[in-house]
């Protein structure tokens, strides 16, 4: 599942004081990828797909064009962007999935889904769809936990499929019990965090949702209110949000491009416009959100001076923690929690978030 080159890293586990950390297993220079890494399982924000912001069901990747989302965002269908080919977006390869519709990037996203959790969670059309079970679980969950989003209940729906599935469900069930567990006291905090004050009747209502949608004898444990809230509590506390723009992709490309003093000033002006438009129209809800577990990042610890950071080079899920400054070999991995959505921002916004 979890896949990449981890060969830049090692994760030590039972440390005093801190359990699991990762470190460096040899030198990297600064701006180094240390390693890339796909989650075991993630999922897109409800809101934000309800806002119609398009991306692929597994992989997370942006299925607009720059252009075309920017239309959309400034509602101005002659909105016309330079530089096309700095976007490549190639959508003669997206394909859905043949009972529900879901919208993939590629035919390789639509069949990993499907026999990895897919399968389970797909809604044929046979239900009328507000009254499918995981529609009410969308629906309940939307009215709970309102943007900005940081969190998505289709993460467990999706865990839970995820070992229903499986060849080897134990295993299954290992690779997600490798993620750091809280305690009572944590898991009471996180829940009112994401839930808000009368977090013990919402959770209660979502296991109910969740139990019928998707109950499985051999995870029983997950469905106990005591199991549900720690599932809930390591959701909170791994997930990792994942932010992918066609849009980004697009600047990224404009600033590689060898123009004359005069014209890159110009598409510089342009680009500061389109953010300053879509700043109007949809503030800072530009990407297509989600939040996802990855294995060798949750292993990070957090430090505000950290020397690593992570980054969406790719326009998907594709995780990559990148060394910010020169890390010798044993050498702990940190990053800093905080920013990782504001890192994979083209430059333009970056210096607007740091005014
Ligand atoms: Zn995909
Ligand atoms: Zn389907």
Redesign the pocket.
């Given at each position: 599942m979890a896949a990449g080159d981890s060969s830049g890293v090692e994760v030590r586990l039972n440390l005093p004081n801190k359990g699991r950390a990762l470190f460096a297993s040899r030198d990297h220079a600064e701006g180094e990828s240390l390693f890339e890494e796909t989650p075991i399982v993630s999922a897109q924000f409800l809101w934000n797909k309800l806002y119609k912001y398009a991306a692929c069901d597994h992989c997370l990747r942006s299925l607009e064009t720059a252009q075309g989302m920017c239309r959309r965002l400034t509602n101005n269908p002659s909105l016309e962007l330079p530089h096309p080919e700095c976007c490549p977006v190639d959508d003669s390869a997206y394909v859905s999935?043949?009972?529900?519709?879901?919208v993939y990037c590629s035919a390789t996203c639509r069949d990993r889904a499907?026999s990895q959790y897919?399968m389970t969670?797909?809604?044929?059309a046979s239900v009328s769809d507000d009254d499918h079970p995981l529609a009410k679980l969308e629906e309940a969950w939307r009215n709970i936990h309102y943007p900005p989003e940081t969190c998505s209940i289709m993460l467990i729906a999706r865990m839970i499929a995820t070992v229903k599935q499986a060849k080897d469900p134990s295993s299954a069930l290992a690779a997600f019990s490798q993620f750091c567990h809280t305690t009572v006291n944590e898991e009471e905090e996180i829940a009112h965090k994401l839930l808000g004050e009368t977090f013990q009747s919402h959770l209660e209502l979502l296991r109910s949702l969740v139990t019928g949608a998707l109950y499985e004898e051999q995870l029983q444990q997950w469905f106990t209110p005591e199991g549900f809230k720690s599932l809930f509590a390591l959701i909170g506390t791994n997930g990792q949000g994942i932010g992918t723009s066609s849009l980004s992709v697009w600047v990224k490309g404009c600033d590689l491009l060898t123009l004359g003093d005069e014209e890159r000033e110009s598409l510089d002006t342009l680009i500061d416009r389109v953010y300053d438009d879509l700043d109007k129209a949809c503030g800072q809800f530009l990407n297509c959100e989600g939040s996802g577990l990855y294995s060798l990042q949750s292993a990070c610890n957090h430090s505000c001076d950290a020397n690593a950071e992570v980054t969406f080079p790719h326009n998907d899920f594709t995780l990559c923690v990148k060394a910010l400054r020169a890390i010798k070999q044993g050498e702990e991995v940190c990053i800093c929690y905080l920013s990782e959505c504001d890192v994979e921002r083209s430059r333009h916004s970056r210096q607007k978030i740091l005014k």
């Open positions: 999935c043949p009972h529900c519709q879901k499907w897919h969670l797909c809604r044929r």
